[in-house]
């Protein structure tokens, strides 16, 4: 294979990659602010400040008798489910930096 011809891959996988962050960037951006409008709505609301957290229980059935097996529960507020978006973007990020390097 030539020269130009490894760079034009090259070229292709990094064009793919750039696809994957925009992409990236545009699904945190909506939900961050989706989340931005619901905080404002609340605000305007305080009586239903109470029912702005997210509550998660994480759990799996027991094969043995079908029972669930409560291993975590967590709250988050808006504050919480804001900064779990800038950080699972920065992880994807991570990501496609290890696949960009992997192609030089």
């Known amino acids: 294979m030539e020269l130009k011809d490894i760079f034009f891959l090259y070229l292709g996988k990094m064009k793919q990659i750039h696809l994957y962050q925009r ?30 957290s997210a509550y998660h229980r994480m759990s799996f059935r027991i094969a043995k008798d ?8 967590e709250e988050s507020t808006i504050k919480d489910r804001k900064l779990a ?18 192609e030089i």
Do not use: C, M, R
């Open 23 to 52: 992409a990236i960037q545009k699904i945190a951006t909506k939900e961050l602010e989706e989340l931005n409008e619901f905080e404002k709505s609340i605000e305007n609301h305080p009586d239903l400040i109470g029912l702005s």
């Open 66 to 73: 079908g029972s669930d097996f409560i291993f975590g529960k």
């Open 85 to 102: 978006v800038i950080l699972h973007k920065n992880k994807q990020y991570q990501w496609l930096l290890a696949e960009a390097y992997e």
